[in-house]
């Protein structure tokens, strides 16, 4: 029996975001286990078989040099864009040459490393674009006030990043951005390719004195859906799609105002006992106050692939109701960001299992090491992976199948024209 390529192998991922703030592609990060020589080729063909025309593009970042060489070499046309360390390409003349191979080929590669040690011409001209890193002080930017757009300190701190002698490159892209307004700059100045990974500190930062409200869009992706009779399971996965808006829903239909007699602990049995006429009227109360700032999209949409994530590691042949409550465990780790009040007084505002708030706020319970594994899998933290896979006794082809299979349906999007 032939052994997967996948059980030699750590991955990680992150996402790449376009102008519009949505999911450009996934960044994944390969990683060969300790001791051993993975079948690159067998990967590829493994990609090709998971990966479909809806899937987001990939890029795949190597982290050694042999997957890069192994890369290179065996990876036919048609492959996924594939980094290209500079450093490496600096050092080693075998690259180079691999390099210049792959090209003729067909193959799709990006050149990554710091903006201030570009590649020459001749070295250049193998690459079809740039994931570029700028010096620590450049990606620091500036210090970020409230997102008000029309307020004087916005506009000031816009022109004082401009001006600073970043020399940014159009069209490439930019990777370890810290300050939401130098990302503003890339993407909407300098027509970015993508920004790899977003600043979700300064995001929150300049976020924190506005009223959290949900998504203007998935608000109305939900009213539309039930419009359109969809079935209960369609409601409940649009609902969970926005954390702010699932918050709000499980804290109505435990309301007073609704008068239900006993608690909501979960989405599904909140849309069961609420009522779609209901539901339609509250959404209806929701959409005049929704929030249109795309900034937090990339947040939201993070948050809500560790979730997914989640749902599929915990342990396989449990009930789907258990699934349910995991996806709302990790969905809900994260609300202080986007409400900016402490987690525990938060969730203690809803009826929720002990579980989740035993995994969420004391890192403990059978849901913790879920948690953990879906953040360090948003990471290049191979070590981290492989220390949380032994204990959660997840087999490496397993958890990687998994991510595979979460990132390639992940959905492509512009944001919807709103009425």
Same mark, same amino acid.
């Not at 029996?1 to 996948?6: A, E, P």
């Not at 036919?76 to 500079?86: F, T």
């Not at 960001?337 to 938060?346: I, M, N």
């Given at each position: 029996?032939?052994?997967?390529?996948?059980?030699?192998?750590?991955?990680g991922?992150?996402p790449l975001?376009?102008?519009?703030r949505?999911?450009?592609?996934?960044q994944l990060?390969?990683?060969?286990?300790p001791g051993r020589?993975?079948d690159?080729?067998?990967?590829?063909?493994t990609? !090709?078989e998971?990966?479909?025309?809806?899937? @987001?593009p990939l890029l795949?970042?190597? %982290?050694?040099?042999?997957? +890069?060489? *192994?890369l290179l070499?065996?990876a036919?046309?048609?492959s996924?864009?594939i980094?290209?360390n500079?450093?490496?390409?600096r050092?080693?003349e075998?690259?180079?040459?691999l390099v210049?191979?792959?090209?003729a080929?067909g193959?799709?590669?990006v050149w990554?490393?710091?903006?201030?040690?570009?590649?020459?011409a001749?070295?250049a001209?193998?690459?079809?674009?740039?994931?570029?890193?700028l010096p620590p002080?450049?990606a620091?930017?500036?210090?970020?006030e409230?997102?008000?757009?029309?307020m004087p300190?916005?506009?000031? !701190?816009?022109?004082?990043l401009?001006?600073? @002698?970043l020399n940014?490159l159009d069209? %490439?892209?930019y990777?370890g +951005?810290? *300050?939401l307004?130098?990302?503003?700059?890339c993407?909407?100045?300098h027509d970015?390719?993508?920004v790899?990974?977003?600043?979700?500190?300064?995001?929150?930062r300049?976020?924190r004195?506005?009223?959290?409200?949900?998504?203007?869009?998935s608000?109305?992706?939900?009213m539309q859906?039930i419009?359109?009779?969809q079935?209960?399971?369609?409601l409940?996965?649009?609902?969970?799609?926005d954390?702010v808006?699932a918050?709000?829903?499980?804290?109505?239909?435990?309301?007073?105002?609704?008068?239900?007699?006993?608690?909501v602990?979960?989405?599904?049995?909140?849309?069961?006992m609420?009522?779609?006429?209901t539901l339609q009227?509250w959404l209806s109360?929701?959409?005049?106050?929704?929030?249109t700032?795309a900034?937090?999209?990339p947040l939201?949409?993070?948050?809500v692939?560790?979730a997914?994530l989640?749902e599929?590691l915990?342990?396989?042949?449990?009930?789907?109701?258990l699934q349910?409550?995991?996806?709302l465990?990790c969905?809900?780790s994260?609300?202080?960001?986007?409400l900016?009040e402490p987690l525990?007084?938060?969730?203690?505002?809803?009826?929720l299992?002990?579980?989740?708030?035993?995994?969420?706020?004391?890192?403990?319970g059978?849901?913790a090491?879920v948690?953990?594994?879906?953040?360090?899998?948003a990471?290049t933290?191979?070590a981290t992976?492989?220390r949380?896979?032994?204990q959660?006794?997840?087999?490496?082809?397993?958890?990687n199948?998994m991510?595979?299979?979460v990132l390639?349906d992940?959905k492509l999007?512009?944001?919807?024209k709103l009425?």
């Amino acid at each position: 029996m032939v052994q997967s390529v996948l059980n030699s192998l750590t991955l990680g991922y992150r996402p790449l975001w376009s102008r519009a703030r949505r999911l450009a592609g996934v960044q994944l990060f390969v990683h060969e286990e300790p001791g051993r020589n993975a079948d690159m080729p067998h990967l590829l063909r493994t990609l !090709a078989e998971m990966w479909n025309n809806q899937a @987001p593009p990939l890029l795949l970042s190597p %982290q050694s040099r042999q997957v +890069l060489c *192994n890369l290179l070499e065996h990876a036919p046309q048609g492959s996924p864009w594939i980094e290209v360390n500079g450093s490496w390409l600096r050092q080693d003349e075998g690259i180079f040459e691999l390099v210049e191979q792959a090209k003729a080929r067909g193959l799709t590669l990006v050149w990554s490393g710091a903006l201030n040690q570009l590649p020459d011409a001749d070295a250049a001209q193998g690459f079809v674009s740039s994931l570029l890193r700028l010096p620590p002080e450049g990606a620091q930017g500036v210090r970020n006030e409230p997102d008000f757009s029309d307020m004087p300190s916005f506009k000031a !701190a816009a022109v004082s990043l401009a001006a600073q @002698p970043l020399n940014l490159l159009d069209g %490439q892209m930019y990777e370890g +951005l810290q *300050n939401l307004e130098l990302a503003r700059l890339c993407l909407d100045s300098h027509d970015a390719g993508a920004v790899a990974g977003w600043p979700v500190v300064d995001t929150v930062r300049a976020f924190r004195l506005q009223q959290p409200q949900p998504a203007r869009d998935s608000v109305r992706r939900l009213m539309q859906a039930i419009d359109g009779e969809q079935s209960i399971d369609q409601l409940e996965h649009l609902l969970g799609e926005d954390p702010v808006l699932a918050y709000r829903f499980m804290l109505y239909t435990n309301s007073a105002a609704l008068g239900l007699r006993r608690g909501v602990d979960s989405l599904r049995r909140g849309l069961v006992m609420m009522g779609l006429g209901t539901l339609q009227r509250w959404l209806s109360d929701q959409l005049p106050h929704a929030c249109t700032h795309a900034d937090l999209v990339p947040l939201r949409t993070q948050m809500v692939v560790r979730a997914r994530l989640a749902e599929e590691l915990i342990e396989a042949g449990v009930s789907l109701e258990l699934q349910r409550e995991m996806y709302l465990c990790c969905l809900f780790s994260q609300l202080d960001l986007l409400l900016h009040e402490p987690l525990a007084t938060l969730l203690r505002r809803m009826p929720l299992s002990e579980r989740i708030f035993d995994a969420v706020i004391n890192n403990t319970g059978p849901y913790a090491e879920v948690l953990q594994m879906s953040a360090a899998l948003a990471s290049t933290d191979a070590a981290t992976i492989r220390r949380l896979r032994e204990q959660g006794q997840w087999e490496a082809e397993e958890l990687n199948r998994m991510l595979l299979r979460v990132l390639s349906d992940l959905k492509l999007g512009m944001p919807e024209k709103l009425a």
